[in-house]
């Protein structure tokens, strides 16, 4: 059951912790939600009168929550990364404080100095009712005591990586963008289609959200999440355009590259699981560029098997900008549910995926996170093979 006052009560609290500082360190995911879901916060804090330091993360996991916990600040925040971890954020805490506002599948704990806000715990779902800027939007708004419509806009950016119309706590912000003139919402080809106003040209939010996704993620070593977030919080997203379509189409690239490996046999297939690793083909680029072909292939049953797990891996760089260089040596895996295969986990006749690949990346002394049909994380090098065996393996006991 939805609990839509509680969550607003937990906000609430979480404000009057933020007053209580002067700054804090921001650490926001890569892609154009974790974007926009910092350029959020980035201006509500400001507005409270703290100064804040931005790190964008790929992934969060014990050796980067190490380089954060060295970092000078007695506040954290994590904007739609951090709930799966809530247990180590804790551990990392030492007398310190966190705030997360989160939508991926989170593990609940108690811990006096920590708020975790994310919607799956307060009854709503994080994959339909509510993105990573949505739950900034919703900090923002009770905070400030009013909704910008700048906003309540970059919300919407951030929630279409939601399919469909949007509903639950996204109406939210979708409402307030609409009052505010900042937001339309018109009939399309496809259906509903929103369009937002950014630096007073109107575009669809998905081309905005593909934008900042390619800029902050394929770009993650050039500087690129940076330059995103400067973009929404101080303008000057137009004079990115020529950076974007460079990216945009490196990656598609990339994608045709990894489409001609796995063509010619690169493709690995067990019972239940078909999976890839493509070394270092993607070198150089931000580790959410395998995701996305993950994503682009699952929709893809001429080139993959619609009713298996698909894995899709790459070596993963030890250099966080900002932060510093990780010990160990790990491939970034990203997981998808294709076609035929989401039906089945929709109904209950296939395990989800971040609650099948969690315990048994854990084994493996590595993680994954995520939400059902898409999940992502990161495994020792030289343990892959030995990790998708048993996710096979688990597979075949539970199906």
């Known amino acids: ?65 190490s380089l954060i916990s060295s970092q000078p600040y007695d506040l954290f925040i994590y904007v739609d990364i951090g709930s799966p971890h809530s247990p180590l954020i804790a551990d990392k805490l030492a007398g310190r404080y966190a705030l997360i506002l989160d939508h991926h599948n989170p593990k609940e704990i108690k811990c006096a100095n920590l708020i975790n806000l994310n919607p799956e715990l307060f009854g709503f779902s994080g994959e339909r009712d509510a993105s990573g800027a949505t739950m900034a939007f919703l900090f923002s708004k009770e905070a400030l005591g009013s909704a910008y419509g700048e906003l309540a806009a970059l919300a919407v950016i951030g929630s279409a990586e939601i399919p469909g119309k949007l509903g639950g706590l996204n109406a939210i912000a979708l409402k307030e963008g609409i009052k505010a003139g900042k937001v339309k919402a018109v009939e399309g080809r496809r259906g509903i289609e929103y ?51 460079y990216l945009e189409e490196l990656r598609r690239k990339k994608l045709r590259e990894v489409i001609k490996l796995i063509s010619k046999g690169g493709l690995r297939e067990l019972k239940f699981v078909q999976w890839f690793h493509v070394g270092d083909l993607l070198k150089g680029l931000g580790s959410k560029t395998i995701g996305t072909i993950a994503s682009y292939l699952s929709y893809r049953p001429s080139l993959i098997k619609s009713n298996k797990y698909l894995l899709a891996a790459m070596n993963y760089e030890r250099i966080i900008p900002g932060l510093g260089e990780i010990k160990g040596k790990y491939s970034k895996f990203s997981a998808r549910a294709p076609l035929t295969l989401r ?34 994380g990161l495994i020792p090098r030289g343990s892959e093979g030995n990790f998708v065996e048993a996710v096979d393996l688990e597979l075949s006991r539970s199906l």
């Open 195 to 245: 369009l937002v106003n950014l630096e007073g040209a109107w575009k669809s939010y998905k081309t905005i959200s593909r934008d900042l996704t390619a800029l902050a993620s394929v770009g993650y070593y050039r500087g690129g999440p940076l330059k995103a977030l400067k973009a929404l919080t101080e303008g000057g997203y137009h004079t990115l355009s020529r950076e974007i379509s």
């Open 1 to 65: 059951m939805v609990d839509l006052g509680n969550l607003m009560k937990e906000i609430r609290k979480a404000i009057e912790l933020v007053k209580g500082f002067d700054s804090a360190l921001l650490i926001h995911h890569d892609d154009a939600d974790g974007i926009t879901s910092a350029a959020i916060m980035v201006r509500t804090l400001e507005e409270l009168g703290l100064s804040v330091k931005p790190i964008c993360l790929e992934k969060l996991f014990e050796e980067t929550l």
């Open 343 to 376: 039906e089945r986990i929709g109904s209950g006749d296939a395990p989800p995926i971040a609650s099948l690949l969690e315990p048994i990346a854990r084994a493996f002394n590595g993680f994954f996170d995520g939400h059902d049909f898409a999940a992502s």
